[in-house]
């Protein structure tokens, strides 16, 4: 029979480790070719069933450099139906009552239930180290295009699935290939609240994270307090759930549990996404069935009550802590759609600076689809903020029309956050994100097609007139009239007045990009980015000056302009010929209107 967590450490060679363990294994040196185990696992519901395992040999290095895989052949129990299932991870695999490893690789379309198992003293020794803090970062250059762009950013690093799908869309040359290497067992990804035309919107980016969307039916897992341990709490080979999000959208990954020392518990025996030092909820599941599937069979579990943290996520398996609560970021959306229904849909989402962005893109996303067709031109307006501990908040003010506007509004919120979670700044304590989103249908778009002033001499001090006409889709002409002060101080000469959209505008500035010294600046350097959906003034006169690292300095007297610009060194600095004289935002008008147009007036004194 298959043990429970061990009470007492066994003396001998072949059990325990380094780390003490209570739970009697046997290393990797000791696996012999033709030895017979069983494997525990949940097929149905919340107990762990028993399985045959027979061990064909060992692969030394066979996923990586003294990453040495154990190979078996399963049969028996419900692995006669299902085989190799994405959601086994982690399953325990024993031979005589000791731990040999976990069950965590296969072959994508193998006739037989071939498997490759994770020495368990591999998964242990991986986190036997101090676990490491989240580091921090220098600060870095941040892009005002970025942060004001509508899409989100792409996957720095893909993660191997194991499906034939994956295999061949990112890596085209192993379709040769497929299904002819092993690969880590799919963690299949349960949404609930998510409709399937967000499932199937972001089910490319969901598998080259390494997750297996599956739409499983159920209510969301609700935000309650985190459940009290006992012995029988994630016992070697129960389903186990890694929460992205859980309350009114419930987004988790499930996998089984290979061992619990104590308040220890190790999972999966291959990466979850690679995230190193993680915070994940923890969470116990049950499984509604395991579906077999030619490719990849797969289970539906659904997570429940909250019992621990993922504090580690690396190469031969996940470890976290019962007891230990994880840090959420509470999220609140108040949707009005274009009937005038209104709704609120509360959640909490991981924090992590890789997930937290596309956890954001898919529920702004769903939410939108949810209340309004899918089919058609609607105009989106999106207000809130993102919050921080003893700091100012992010100010959200953006508005998307067209055929694509829930999905560009979905991906705007991700660039701010993600530029916010990048920064790695040790203060950065993201407490909340409440947004207003309101759609209404038809696309109120216009192009900008000339500006006029009332005037082609003004003294400083004074306000001169500027009229924008902007032409809608339809042919219809809109005016918008814009007072533009110009400064007492202003030179005589010639000025430059601009009109244009906030991309537009941004093109034409000599600082592109921004280095922030602290959280501070960073949260007042993302408010001050300028939005394509507004129109903003910019007045300008040619001077001499420089810019160094992002400050501009303007009207330098030649003696500096000389020593800046000798012979004997470069970089660091370059010219800069134009002076920002005035600057202001257009009010939003009914209209979003997009486009840049220029004239010059003469300053006289």
């Given at each position: 029979?298959?043990?429970?967590?061990?009470?007492?450490?066994?003396?001998?060679?072949?059990?325990?480790?380094?780390?003490?363990?209570?739970?009697p294994?046997?290393?990797?040196?000791?696996?012999?070719?033709?030895?017979?185990g069983?494997?525990?696992?949940?097929?149905?519901?919340?107990?762990?069933?028993?399985?045959?395992?027979?061990?064909?040999?060992?692969?030394?290095?066979?996923?990586?450099?003294?990453?040495?895989?154990?190979i078996?052949?399963?049969?028996?129990?419900?692995?006669?139906?299902?085989?190799?299932?994405?959601?086994?991870?982690?399953?325990?695999?024993?031979?005589?009552?000791?731990?040999?490893?976990?069950?965590?690789?296969?072959?994508?379309?193998?006739?037989?239930?071939?498997?490759?198992?994770?020495?368990?003293?591999?998964?242990?020794?991986?986190?036997?180290a101090?676990e490491?803090?989240?580091?921090?970062?220098?600060?870095?250059?941040?892009?005002?295009?970025?942060?004001?762009?509508?899409?989100?950013?792409?996957?720095?690093?893909?993660?191997?699935?194991?499906?034939?799908?994956?295999?061949?869309?990112?890596?085209?040359?192993?379709?040769?290939?497929?299904?002819?290497?092993?690969?880590?067992?799919?963690?299949?990804?349960?949404?609930?609240?998510?409709?399937?035309?967000?499932?199937?919107?972001?089910?490319?980016?969901?598998?080259?994270?390494?997750?297996?969307?599956?739409?499983?039916?159920?209510?969301?897992?609700?935000i309650?307090?985190m459940?009290?341990?006992?012995?029988?709490?994630?016992?070697?080979?129960?389903?186990?759930s890694?929460?992205?999000?859980?309350?009114?959208?419930?987004?988790?990954?499930?996998?089984?549990?290979?061992?619990?020392?104590?308040?220890?518990?190790?999972?999966?025996?291959h990466?979850?996404?690679?995230?190193?030092?993680?915070?994940?909820?923890?969470?116990?599941?049950?499984?509604?069935?395991?579906?077999?599937?030619?490719n990849?069979?797969?289970?539906?579990?659904?997570?429940?009550?909250?019992?621990?943290?993922?504090?580690?996520?690396?190469?031969t398996?996940?470890?976290?802590?019962?007891?230990?609560?994880?840090?959420?970021?509470?999220?609140?959306?108040?949707?009005?759609?274009?009937?005038?229904?209104?709704?609120?849909?509360?959640?909490?989402?991981?924090?992590?600076?890789?997930?937290?962005?596309?956890?954001?893109?898919?529920?702004?996303?769903?939410?939108?689809?949810?209340?309004?067709?899918?089919?058609?031109?609607?105009?989106?307006?999106?207000?809130?903020?993102?919050?921080?501990?003893?700091?100012?908040?992010?100010?959200?003010?953006?508005?998307?029309?067209?055929g694509?506007?829930?999905?560009?509004?979905?991906?705007?919120?991700?660039?701010?956050?993600?530029?916010?979670?990048r920064?790695?700044?040790?203060?950065?304590?993201?407490?909340?994100?409440?947004l207003?989103?309101?759609?209404i249908?038809?696309?109120?778009?216009?192009?900008?097609?000339?500006?006029?002033?009332?005037?082609?001499?003004?003294?400083?001090?004074?306000?001169?007139?500027?009229?924008?006409?902007?032409?809608?889709?339809?042919?219809?002409?809109?005016?918008?009239?814009?007072?533009?002060?110009?400064?007492?101080?202003?030179?005589?000469?010639?000025?430059?007045?601009m009109?244009?959209?906030?991309?537009?505008?941004?093109?034409?500035?000599?600082v592109?990009?921004?280095?922030?010294?602290?959280?501070?600046?960073?949260?007042?350097?993302?408010?001050?980015?300028?939005?394509?959906?507004?129109?903003?003034?910019?007045?300008?006169?040619?001077?001499?000056?420089?810019?160094?690292?992002?400050?501009?300095?303007?009207?330098?007297?030649?003696?500096?302009?000389?020593?800046?610009?000798?012979s004997?060194?470069?970089?660091?600095?370059?010219?800069?010929?134009?002076?920002?004289?005035?600057?202001?935002?257009?009010?939003?008008?009914?209209?979003?209107?997009?486009?840049?147009?220029?004239?010059?007036?003469?300053?006289?004194?």
């Amino acid at each position: 029979s298959v043990p429970a967590i061990a009470q007492t450490a066994v003396s001998t060679g072949t059990s325990g480790s380094a780390a003490g363990l209570r739970t009697p294994i046997i290393r990797l040196a000791e696996v012999r070719e033709g030895m017979r185990g069983t494997a525990r696992t949940v097929f149905r519901g919340t107990e762990p069933e028993d399985f045959n395992v027979e061990i064909i040999g060992v692969l030394p290095g066979g996923v990586g450099p003294k990453q040495d895989l154990i190979i078996g052949r399963l049969s028996g129990g419900g692995a006669d139906r299902t085989a190799v299932f994405a959601g086994m991870s982690g399953s325990p695999v024993y031979v005589d009552g000791k731990l040999i490893g976990a069950i965590s690789y296969s072959f994508p379309f193998s006739k037989e239930p071939i498997c490759g198992i994770t020495p368990i003293e591999q998964m242990i020794e991986i986190f036997e180290a101090k676990e490491p803090a989240r580091r921090t970062s220098a600060p870095q250059a941040i892009s005002f295009a970025e942060i004001a762009s509508a899409s989100l950013p792409e996957l720095s690093y893909t993660v191997d699935t194991g499906l034939l799908a994956a295999t061949t869309s990112t890596n085209p040359t192993m379709a040769s290939i497929a299904g002819q290497t092993f690969r880590p067992i799919g963690l299949p990804l349960t949404f609930n609240g998510i409709s399937q035309q967000t499932l199937d919107a972001f089910a490319p980016q969901l598998m080259r994270a390494g997750l297996v969307p599956v739409a499983a039916a159920g209510g969301a897992s609700p935000i309650a307090p985190m459940k009290a341990a006992d012995e029988n709490t994630l016992k070697p080979g129960a389903s186990v759930s890694m929460q992205l999000t859980r309350g009114d959208y419930s987004l988790a990954s499930s996998g089984t549990v290979t061992l619990r020392e104590g308040d220890r518990i190790y999972a999966f025996g291959h990466p979850f996404l690679s995230l190193g030092v993680s915070d994940l909820p923890m969470s116990e599941s049950s499984v509604v069935t395991v579906v077999p599937n030619v490719n990849n069979s797969f289970k539906l579990a659904v997570p429940s009550a909250m019992v621990g943290t993922m504090t580690q996520d690396r190469a031969t398996g996940v470890f976290g802590k019962l007891g230990q609560a994880p840090k959420m970021i509470p999220v609140r959306l108040n949707i009005e759609s274009s009937r005038g229904k209104r709704d609120t849909i509360n959640f909490e989402m991981a924090n992590d600076e890789f997930l937290t962005p596309l956890l954001l893109n898919i529920a702004i996303y769903n939410s939108l689809v949810a209340q309004e067709r899918t089919i058609g031109e609607t105009t989106v307006f999106l207000n809130g903020e993102i919050r921080f501990k003893g700091q100012n908040p992010v100010k959200i003010d953006r508005r998307f029309a067209g055929g694509q506007s829930a999905m560009f509004a979905a991906a705007s919120i991700a660039a701010p956050v993600n530029a916010m979670l990048r920064s790695r700044f040790e203060d950065l304590a993201m407490s909340g994100i409440e947004l207003d989103l309101k759609m209404i249908d038809g696309s109120r778009t216009a192009s900008l097609e000339r500006i006029s002033v009332d005037r082609s001499e003004v003294r400083p001090g004074e306000t001169v007139q500027v009229t924008a006409y902007a032409r809608a889709t339809d042919g219809r002409i809109y005016t918008e009239r814009i007072p533009v002060a110009i400064p007492s101080d202003a030179p005589a000469g010639k000025i430059t007045i601009m009109v244009g959209d906030g991309g537009a505008v941004m093109k034409t500035d000599a600082v592109q990009y921004f280095t922030p010294g602290s959280l501070g600046e960073l949260i007042d350097g993302v408010n001050r980015t300028r939005t394509p959906d507004r129109l903003y003034v910019k007045v300008t006169r040619s001077s001499a000056g420089m810019i160094i690292g992002s400050a501009e300095m303007t009207n330098l007297p030649p003696s500096v302009l000389a020593t800046l610009s000798n012979s004997r060194s470069s970089g660091g600095s370059k010219s800069h010929v134009e002076t920002v004289v005035a600057e202001a935002i257009v009010p939003p008008s009914e209209m979003i209107i997009a486009g840049e147009q220029k004239l010059e007036i003469l300053v006289v004194r």
